[in-house]
């Protein structure tokens, strides 16, 4: 069993708990919040800790991250040095400079593994995404969709600077909610040769929503994601005159194929109540038998590394810059 | 009653045919074709003509040009010159040198009036679109598609050149389909201040799909569209929270307002059997009392201006050349 700690208190940290739990791998023991009252609330039994040196020498195994994403690196490489092995939320981490020095970090710390949690692309209905894209003759394009309006926007329009839409807190549009199509188009695609991010930014200078386009050689896809408007598109992968339909690119609820003759068939499966069973029972895999899963780790590191770089160009492109690209 | 005569004897000009006479306000006479047979096989009744030059001087009062892209400039050219009212199929020219010619043509035959047969943004559904959007508090964004796999795809892949996938007729997906999006969209928001053409080239050089971004002042739009593959995606207006969904922005069969709460509410009627009688319609009655509807011809006519020039940006940020640019 392993001992899990937990930095941020918020709803995904929660219903990260109950996937770990319920794949009987993992036991809550430790959990960080800046406030005790937080983390008591958070959980009755598990120690609680507001120093963050304590919390990771209080004997966790492993430790998941949900804290602002330009807190991570500081995070993760704390977690690294003290040999806890590490679950981050994405965006994991602010640029690829920062990947690279956590990167050097691993090297001195071989027996820790670094699992970005991209919770969509180890679910089921996105391997059946995979096994159709596989098996299409020709892909002739793509558009992945995910914009929803977003509470933080109302605050926003209040005068406020929440953390989701600031950059000081490596935050918008694009590392929040477009790293969940640029995580299943990279996954599926492998790595664009060029990529472009038009951004409707905020006065704070944070991305509001945008549109992304990575050009690969014979095809190019388009995502779209934001949180302040409400889209209603699916998400769609163009084969020659077959094409798949895809609900929801984050929560991966239907997917459909229609093939040449417009006739439909689902190929999703009923997705699993909690969306994050899934990668906390391929990461618990990993971790408890390392040497049985090396080349899996190993991709899954490289996605992530890839994911990064994606994320990185796409905002350059839009000339957004975080106060991380300048630590 | 208009004695209309027509060039190009497909099923569009069937359409239009029959759209035309249907308003009571036409009666086709003439037919030309470069095929006797072809003309008399459209029209039993008119006159059919193999020879420009006498189907101009048959004494017709309005032409209907639906012939491929790159023959709309010499015979819209001739039209004018014998005082014969022009409709032309869009896309109406290769570029804005020829649109600067037809100006010049026009402005010594003051009475002709030039007409771009965009038939969508003439329909009552495409008014509910445009009455909804003058009513919305804000527009963050929208997403206009137009893309269906064509038969002459299938020609493309066996060898051939259809004319609507070829540099030589100034066709391509971008002239062919892109055109509702755009026209669309340059209607419903004026004229973008930057654009943007990601385009998929065939080995001869036209455009088979793309992705394009009209990037305005306080929201970008993408328009995608093409013909070597079947979307199934709706077209998208995005508010704040609120959004309008299109069915099909060619054929506007279902518009449908989600406001901010995500209730529903259809705002199109029943659309013409016939999509192309409101504009057969808006063009007569100009023709038939020009001074009673000056603003309303200007206003066409400066937009189907607009709409050549943000085509042929598009085109040139994408890198495809018509002959035609260089005639």
Redesign the interface.
Known sequence: MLKLGVIGTNWISKMFVDAAEATQAYTLTSVYSRREASGREFSESAAIYTDLEAFFTSGIDVVYIASPNSLHFQQVAQAIEHDVQVIVEKSAFSNPKEFEKIYSILREHPTVHLFEAARHIHQDNFKAIEAQVADMDVI??A?FVY?K?SSRFDAYLAGEEPNVLTRTFSAGALTDLGVYPIYAIVKLFGLPEDV?Y?A?KLANGAD????A?L?YA???I?A?F?K???????S?I??????I?IDNIAELGDVTY?DAD?KSVEISTTAPENPMMAEAQVFADIINDPDAHTDEYEELFMLSQRVNMVLTQLRQSAGIEFPADHA
Do not use: H, P, W
């Open positions: 002739s394009g558009t914009e309006y472009y038009f409707t509001g929503r945008g549109t386009i050009r014979d095809f190019d388009t779209q934001g302040m408007a409400n889209s209603y598109q699916r769609e163009l084969g020659r005159k077959d094409t339909l229609v417009g």
